[in-house]
Structure formats: C-alpha cells, structure tokens
C-alpha cells in the first residue's frame, strides 16, 4: 500500500489490494519513523485490533519504489469494469495480477485506457504500475490484450537503425520499438512513412507488430490554426554544447497576446523556426500556433525573425560580401574589418536563398560558440539578405582630380601578389599621386587594383583620379586612375632608349603568375614582359604563340634590364621557321631550357646525341620552345628524346620518350586534379586540367594514362600528357580483391620465352600440304 496520512505516533495505508484505509502504530513500523513521509509504497501483515476488531496494518516495511514504477508491463484480468458518467456506479475500475504467488487488485481510469476501447470484465490486459496524483498506486498506459481481434494503432516511422527503428504514435505522446521482420510491406520501409500497426507485450515491453504502409497524409499528429500571430522570444533555444544534454523537447518559449488580450506563453523546439539561424530574447517573431491531437497542448511553429528585432535589441550591424563558399559554410569580405568572416548556411535568415559567391549581407558578429578556448574565431549570425549594390567598403571624397605620380608601385611587374608584413597579415604595396586641392599641396597612395592594367602609371606620368575613403580603416587612397600624359612623351623628348620605336618578333616561352618570358627571333634569349603590358586578355596566351613587342626599361633591385612592351600576338605563320629534314635521332637532354631552370645563364637547351659506338663524335644540338612539338613539356636533364635536326643546325620536333604510367582520377578541384598514384607516401599525384589530352572532361575514377614528371628543383612530381583510357569492361571488384591477395614470388622457377618457335620451313608454324587427312580408325602408310 501508499502511506496515506502520519500522525503523532500513528498514521494510515491506504491499501492498494482492497477498497481499505488502515490504521498503523508507529511501534509497527520496522526502521526510522523520520525516514518514512506520505506517498511512500510498504509492505504489511493484515491483523484485528483485539479490542475493536477492526482490520489494521503491522509489521510494516517500507519498499523500494522502484519494484512499483518499473518500465515493465504487467498482464492481468479486468474485475471490475468502468461505469459511464453519469451512470451509476464507480469512475474506477479494477485490474487483479498476480505477483510472487499473491493477487493484487488496482485501480484504473478511462484516461489509463488506450486505444479508444472499452474493457470488459474478463478481459486480459497489459499494464504499467504507477502512483497517481494521491500518491496511492493504480494501473496506467492499460492495452487489451485481445489476440483474435488486436487494436490497431497508427504512428509515423521516426527513426531507423540496422535492423529496427521506432514509430511515433498517434494515440499518445510515444514512440513504440519495432524490428524490421514485422513489416508486411513489399518494399522497404522509409522514414517518414505513415503505417498501421498491432501492439504486443514482449518480454516486459511493447512492440509494433504487423506494420502496413498507410497512404501518405493519413496520420495527421496536429492541426494547424491559420492565424498569423507577432510575439516576443522570452527563451530562445540553446546551440552551445549545453543543447545536447536538453531534456525538454519544447525548451523555448515566446509570449504573446492572445485575441482576450490576455498575456499568453507558448512553448516551441527546435523544428519550428523557418531555418536554423539564431534567436535572442526579446526578439520580435511571428508564428502559427500547431495543437497536438494527442494531449491538446499547443505550440507555436513556423517561426520567422522580424525585421524590428534589430531594433528593438541594439545589436551592432555590419555589412559585408561572400567571399568564397563551401559545403555549408563560407567566408564574407566585411566592411569594417580586415580578416575573412566565417559564417554558417543556416544564419541566412531567407531559408530559400541559394548562398552565392558576391551576396550581399547585413549580419552580427558573434563569439563563434563552437569554437575553443584556444581558437576564438568569431562569426556572422542571423544574416539579412541585401540588394545588389548596397554594400560600399568606400566612400568617395572628391572627384575628377589630377595629379603627377611620384612613387612607382614597387616590383610593378609582381604587383598581382601582395607581400606578408612581420604578423604575416597580407600587405599590397602601394604608389604615391601628388596633386594640389584648394591651392594645398597632398600625396594620396594607390594601388594596382584601381590602375588599368593596359597603360599603368608610372613615375612622372600625368593621371586624373578620384579620391574614396576606405570605411574599415578610414584611409584616402586614389581609385579610378587614367593616364592622361606619359612621361615618356613629355616636351616631346623620348626618355627611353631609341629601340623603343623598334618593333621586334618572338615567340611566348614561359608564363607565370602575372608575367612571362619572350624567345627572340634568334633563339639566343628571352625577354621578360608583365600581363599589364599585353595588348589583349592574358588568360588567352599559349605557349609556342608568335607576337611582336617594343623594348623598354625596367629598373628593379637588381638593377636596370630590358622588358617587352607593347606586346601583341600577331597571326601563326607571320614568323618562318628553318626547314626540317632528315631521320629521327635519338638522344638526351643535357641542359635545359632556362624557363625550367633560372640558375643556368644560358637560355637554349641543349641534346646530346646517342651514338652507337663509343668511338663516334658526341653531337650536341641546342632547341628553343619552338623545337618542341608539346610546348607545355617540361623537359628535364637525362630525359631521353627523339628529335630531327633543322636547316640551321638545331634540334626540332622534340618528343620526350618516356614510359607511360596507368592510374585512376582521385580527384577534380576546379583547374587541377589528382591522380591515385603515389611517388611520396601518402601523397597523390598533381596534374593540370591544362595537360589533359583533347581537353576531355575527366570524372573521379576515370582510367588515365600518363607521364610523370619531377621538376629537378623543386623535387615535386606532377602528371603530364594526360590521356583519358577509352571505356573497356572493368574488371570486377570481385576480381581485382583476388588480385590485391594474389603474392608473386620472384624466387620460383619461372618460364623464359628466348626463341619463338618456327616450323621445318622456317615459318612461324607448319604449311598446310604438310598436314593430311585420314579416315577414323585407319593409320597412315
């Protein structure tokens, strides 16, 4: 029984067998009278007081409550059914089951009864034991146990594992265990499917049994109130690493008014805001309210942040653009401050946005909750989408200025790669424009991403330009700038050297980032030339291609040397070409081109011969870019060569002869890949989507073959001449597992073919005249 009511020195059970309430003398009590309190399940003996006679407790003991509220279900018999209201008779029914040889009776209600039936006496259920509000102990979470004609239940499947997952109910506010043997379904069951279903008690606790598939749209957990309603988050939801440990399923919570203009608080999870991103408290939201049919309470759903939520809670706004993006995060350019920003998806506060690379945000910046102590990166939350064009990282001062250039942009021709001050923070060098402002002499530097690259300013040049103030550290620099007066042409005097109206001819051999290298007409040099001084786009330049050019002077830290201005390809052919006779020799590089190698001083690679005799003349022949018919070739010294010779005497039509390799595409990233091959341990093998032959479109997993070639000083590997295999029938897995297991050993005898065989006539078989017929049975003479 349940301690019901204690006394000075006696109390009651209320008896949980019987319809009794029983007196008990704390004498009777086995233990510490302190420690027992009302609501506390005991045991008892039932004994008479000899002088009333009455039924009362003795040797009482007080039990573990947790042999009464076990998860365990419990089968018993209906002895007493439930009366209607209003008819008479009792509100309680009763449930008789046995335990260690005793019969107990409890108490059960109609809201103890699943399933929407109505037990008879007799009938056989299942039951868990629990105390009700009283304290006293009755029967909940009643089941009939009917095998002829089971209840049916409907749910969703909620989850799945390997061979199991669990239903959430539509009758009450649980999810029951059920294994995949149990569905008798054609095909297998999925996440979210609405299904019927039969439940049964084994081994203490419920299943799902004889699971159907039910049309989708059937099972319908809640109903949906149309009404749009505007309230304040008083608790938003927790997405630090105390999230993980909530208990609550509904843990935030939003007050609003409701139409009696009574104040209202509405619980809410985690699946009911409109996206992921973050809510504070006091945030201004709009929502609909979902009522569950299973136990009435309600919810609000369908949450979305409102626009005077950053109004209302002060927070510091900062704009910025997405600089670059990921699976699921990226990085923003901000306005007010220099590093990249991270940022999450699930901020953006317009669920159905496709984050792209330019988007223009409005966002607050946050300690990023996720991060350690030893990483404090920060991040930008609750991310309001803006219109194109509304983000300015300047402002502009003044206008339609001019002035001279007294600084040159350091290293002008690299001045694409900015440098890395002492905190290793990315510095671009900047120039300097003098120009007078209201009868005031003022510099103002600029920088290369605001010249055109086509007529750079250089020192003494004449530009008109802008004046923008940058708003992150409020620095006035010189955009929009145009070259109005070179200072080569000041007074007329050319400051240049004479050659500088000679136009020359060659031919592009080398292209790096931002600059490259000009083979002269005579094969004998190279000349340097940067992008800014191509007339052209840059990103169309070959190798091999043929352009004429003016000489200039560029000065550096070490010293003045001459460069290519004015650089424009002219038509193939415009150049000719010695003529090319001759049988193909074979040979070995002995020196590179200087592309390959800058150390060397000269310019022109050079082959050495491959004699048959030790006794011949070693012959050794120079080659330019053009002598190779794969300019991208990168050849190195040793590498073995086929080549003809040309009419002045130097190596054309250079092929490098190496072995082919065979290996799979390991990955694609955008203009390079790699290759499943390893020449460093745990290091796949870097190519050019440039060297892939005929420009093929390669896919992860694609047969290729290739050349491998390592670049002598930077000892790094790379794949050339890549060549997509056609599609044969692979093998199967099957079959290449076998062969992964299959150990060669080299120390076993092994068959040498040394001769082919031939036949009497010395073909490669015996004639036909040799061979005659015969009758079966009969030899030959």
Known sequence: GIIEKLLHSYGFIQCCERQARLFFHFSQFSGNIEHLKIGDPVEFEMTYDRRTGKPIASAVTKISPEVVMSEERVTGTVTTELRGEGSSGDTQGRISYENRGECFFLPYTKDDVEGNVTLRSGDKVSFQIATNNRGNLGACHVRLENPAHPVKYQGVVCSMKESFGFIERADVVKEIFFHFSEAKTKEELRLGDDVEFIIQTRNGKEVACNITRLPTGTVIFEDLKPEILRGQVLKPLDRGNNARHQTDALPGRIRYRAPDHSEVEISFGEKDQRGDFTLRHGDWVQFKVATDRRDQLNRATQIMLLEESFMVSGERREQGVVASIKDGFGFLRCVEREPRLFFHFNEVLDVDHDVQVGDEFEFTVIQDQTSTFSNNRQSAIRMKLLSSGTVQFELTMETSLSGIVTKDIPNSWANRSPTKNQNGEHVTESGTITYQLNSIKKTVPFYSKDCDVRHFP??????????????????????????????????????????????????????????????????????????????????????????????????????????????????????????????????????PLRSVNPDQNEYSGLIREKMETPDEKVQEYEFGIMGLVNKRELLQVNDHVQFQIDSTGRAANIIAVRKKLRAAVDAIKGQF????????????????????????????????????????????????????????????????????????????????????PKGPDGSKGFSTDVRQTRQPGCLPE
């Open 673 to 756: 890949g790699f290759l499943a091959y390893e020449v460093e341990e745990g290091k796949k093998l870097f190519f050019h989507i440039s060297e892939v032959k005929d420009k093929v479109d390669l896919q992860i997993g694609d047969q290729v073959e290739f050349v491998l070639v390592t670049n002598q000083r930077s000892g790094k590997s790379s794949a050339c001449n890549v060549v997509k295999v056609s599609d044969v029938q692979a093998r199967p897995e099957r079959l290449i597992s076998r062969l992964r297991t299959i150990s060669l050993d080299d120390a076993g005898p092994r068959l040498i073919v040394i001769r082919q």
């Open 458 to 591: 250089k020192h003494g040049d004449k530009v008109t330009f802008n004046i923008n103030q940058v708003k992150r550290n409020k620095e006035q620099i010189a955009v929009e700038i145009q070259v109005v007066q070179s200072a080569s042409h000041t007074n007329g005097i050319s400051k240049h050297n004479s050659r500088n109206s000679q136009i020359y001819q060659g031919f592009v051999a080398a292209l790096k980032d931002g600059f490259g290298f000009i083979e002269t007409i005579d094969h004998d040099r190279e000349v340097f030339f940067h992008f800014s001084n191509f007339d052209g786009d840059p990103n169309n330049l070959e190798l091999g291609q043929e352009v004429e050019y003016n000489l200039g002077i560029r000065s550096g830290s070490s010293g003045s040397c001459s460069s290519a201005e004015n650089v424009k390809v002219i038509p193939k052919g415009s150049i000719s070409l010695p003529a090319v006779s001759g049988e193909i020799l074979e040979g070995y590089v002995v020196r």
